[in-house]
Each structure stands twice: as C-alpha cells, then as structure tokens.
C-alpha cells in the first residue's frame, strides 16, 4: 500500500552501496543471491530456528531491493533482469510460509497455507495483467517514472506490508493459522480491487 513513498527513502538509502563498492556487481547475480537466501529462510523455518529465519528474511529484502538499485544507477537495467527478479521473488513468498507449515505439521495450518497460495495465484493473474496492459497503453513504469521494471499497481498488500506478515509468521508459528489467512483475504481483496479498477479503466469496445 505504501511502496511508492516507500521506494523513495529506500534508493536513498541503497545508492550510496550500489554506487561504491557494488558497483561493479552484476545486479543479476545479487537477484540470484537473494533467492538462495530466501530458500535457506525456508529450510531454516522448517527447522525451527527463528532467529536465523528472521534474520535471512530481512537479509533477503535488503539483497531485493539492492539488486534493482544497482541496475538502476549503474545504468544496467534489462527487461530479463526485472523479468528474473519477479520470478524470484515468488520462490522468496513460497519457501517461508511453506517452510513454517512443514515445521508446524498441522493440518489446520496447512489448510490455512492452501488458502494463501491460492490467494498468491489469483494475485499474480490480477496484477501482472494489469501491469501487462498499463504498459500497453503507454501508462507504465517509464511515463509514471517508476524505479521498477514495469509499473505496479497499487494494492492493498505490497512489499512493505508481505515484510511485516512474514516476519509475524516467523515469530509467532502458533498463530499461523489466524495469519495466513489473514493475509489471504487481504491478497484477494487486493486482486479484487485491481479487477474492479481495470473494470472501470481499461475496457474497450469491441466491434
């Protein structure tokens, strides 16, 4: 909900790393990186060491965010590393939760877990069309002067608020069940919105 405002103290932040000593990283490779970091996240989830589960979560936002920041200042953006770096970041939203429901070993939670995946899927149809017809119409990333590859659309649920649910999923395994879905309906109704936005905005007539 706040990624727009947030994106902007956060390149702050990151420029003055991707502009120094990173500077010759290949942002790709720290994409890659920050992937691993995510699977380690979850191997550590589902064994129950929640310290190094947190800290390999945080670590892996901060690799996230850093790997678009380099591209974007050292002037080595490319379609397939945006492209990569959503991919990813969906093996990072799976590897955790997954890796606290295999821990947890309960039904409830796993039933709870099916919900969120499910949210997960019906999203990302919801906001990658979108996305995908934003920048059809000369109304992505570029004419709104986003950092991101292609444009994203507001929701509800954004990169800000999956950090503070996932971090709630590590430190409190025993509300799982309440917190994921809990976030599921937030995913929904996030994807609901942007189906009712793109309903009243980007319809056209055929014929």
């Not at 800290?55 to 936002?61: A, I, K, P, S, Y």
């Not at 570029?142 to 590859?149: I, L």
């Not at 996932?166 to 025993?174: A, C, D």
């Amino acid at each position: 909900m706040f990624d727009q405002i947030l994106r902007i103290p956060k390149e702050k932040v990151l420029e003055p790393l991707a502009q120094g000593p990173l500077k010759n990283t290949n942002p790709t490779t720290m994409t890659v990186i920050a992937c691993g970091v995510s699977v380690a996240a979850g191997v550590t989830a589902w064994q129950g060491q929640t310290g190094l589960t947190l800290g390999l979560w945080f670590l892996n936002r901060f690799l996230d965010g850093l790997d678009g920041t380099i591209a974007r200042v050292n002037h080595k953006q490319s379609d397939f590393g945006g492209y990569l770096d959503i991919v990813l970041d969906m093996v990072a939203y799976v590897s955790i939760p997954l890796g606290m429901a295999l821990g947890m070993n309960e039904k409830n939670v796993f039933l709870a877990l099916a919900l969120l995946f499910a949210a997960f899927y019906i999203n990302s149809a919801a906001w990658m069309m979108l996305a995908a017809n934003l920048e059809k119409r000369g109304q992505g990333a570029t004419t709104k002067k986003e950092f991101t590859t292609v444009t994203m659309p507001r929701a509800i649920i954004e990169g800000g608020e999956t950090i503070l649910f996932y971090s709630l999923f590590i430190l409190f395994p025993e509300r799982l069940t309440i917190l994921f879905g809990l976030l599921a309906v937030l995913v929904l109704a996030s994807a609901t919105l942007q189906v009712s936005w793109a309903h009243r905005n980007i319809r056209e007539k055929i014929g």
